[in-house]
């Protein structure tokens, strides 16, 4: 279908707060099981998919608000501060707080034994993989999917510096990067983790917001049917190779954006207020919810609405309704009070020029 593209997508609002929810809901899921079971058993793993919508609308915002604004070194610079502005300050202050608790012993895990090693603090701050423990997450856990934002930023930044086409420059070099990474092992740098095939959900993201920049859309049956048969996807297929669910996850995510994208004009000014209040402070959500999921499991368990052993669903009902809610409240908080404040004060520091649709990250 042709139609002139609209100036704002509602429906991407809604969807990276429901994305949002779904990482909550993966958390708290978590908890729950380890509160019943005493184990991790990933109650409702399917969750994790909405980082996977995260990437692809981060292609998408960067199409749709990017791409007209010129290229050059200039512009470069300009779009990576605007990206600087929008990821890194609730970042720092997020990971800031963690590591002030972990050196004060007040974090409950067996991995941290003293004070952070510089090394891993410097690199968590800047989002540079890092080995520590096994893992190259950084300190404040889900920072490990901001990695892969700003590592796709750089990359974007580089082509509007040497004014070449962004689509097809990262379409090239995504792909060089993803065939690269099929060949790393464990012994490979830290940093070398970046080069899985997640990045292309960017690269699809990229190329949807460049269709819609020229009115080009799926029709809403289509579209429709497509969504749908992704959702039913993920909701009953279960891969056993974490390969083959991540693959399986991304296609559904792409396809659930699409019609996202695709039904904008039939629904898109529907979208109730508190939905598009969610989609905003969807990274807030995103970075602050794991901090105090902890903390909520324990008030289920001392109101004995948790029992140790007990598994019921009514129980697992409760928890995630409790978490979401409560989740979804303190991160709406953060938004309003830090994250909004801040960062309109640093884009008039910075004299960056607001643009309509921001990542959800």
Known sequence: ?????????????????????????????????????????MAWSVGASGVDIFFVISGF?????????????????EFFKRRLVRILPLYWIITTVLVIKIDLGLVRNTAWT?????????????????????????????????S???????????????R?????????????????GSFRTDD????????????????????LGVAALKGRFLGPRLSISLAVSAVLTELFLHPTQPFVGRLEWGVCSILIFQAAVALEPVIGKRIPRWMLLVGDASYSIYLVHPMF?????????????????????????????????????????????????????????????????????
Request: positive net charge; contains cysteine.
């Open 293 to 361: 999921l902890g903390y909520y499991t324990e008030r289920l368990k001392a109101a004995h609405v948790l029992l140790a052993g007990r598994v019921r669903l009514q129980d697992d009902v409760i928890t995630l309704v409790v978490c979401l809610g409560l989740s979804l409240l303190v991160g709406i908080v953060v938004y309003k009070a830090i994250e909004l404040p801040l960062n309109h004060r640093l884009q008039r520091l910075m004299r960056l020029r607001a643009v309509q649709i921001e990542s959800a990250s």
């Open 148 to 162: 892969y934002e700003m590592f796709f930023y750089l990359l974007f930044a580089a082509a509007l510096a040497i």
């Open 188 to 207: 490979w740098p830290a940093i070398t983790v970046l080069l899985r095939p997640m990045l292309l959900e960017f690269l699809a993201g990229l190329w």
């Open 164 to 180: 070449k086409s962004v689509p097809q420059f990262l379409t090239f070099v995504l792909c060089l990067l993803v065939l690269i």
């Open 1 to 41: 279908m042709h139609r002139t593209p609209p100036k704002t997508f509602f429906n991407v609002q809604a969807l990276r707060g429901i994305a949002a929810c779904m990482v909550v809901l993966f958390h708290a899921s978590e908890k729950w099981s380890i509160a019943a079971t005493g184990r991790d058993s």
């Open 61 to 77: 915002v960067m199409a749709t608000s990017s791409l007209s604004k010129g290229n050059g070194p200039q512009s470069a610079w």
């Open 114 to 146: 003293g004070a952070v090693p510089l090394p891993f603090a410097f690199c968590s701050y800047l989002l540079i993989p890092y080995l520590h423990g096994g893992e190259t997450s950084p300190i404040l856990g889900q920072g490990w999917t901001l």
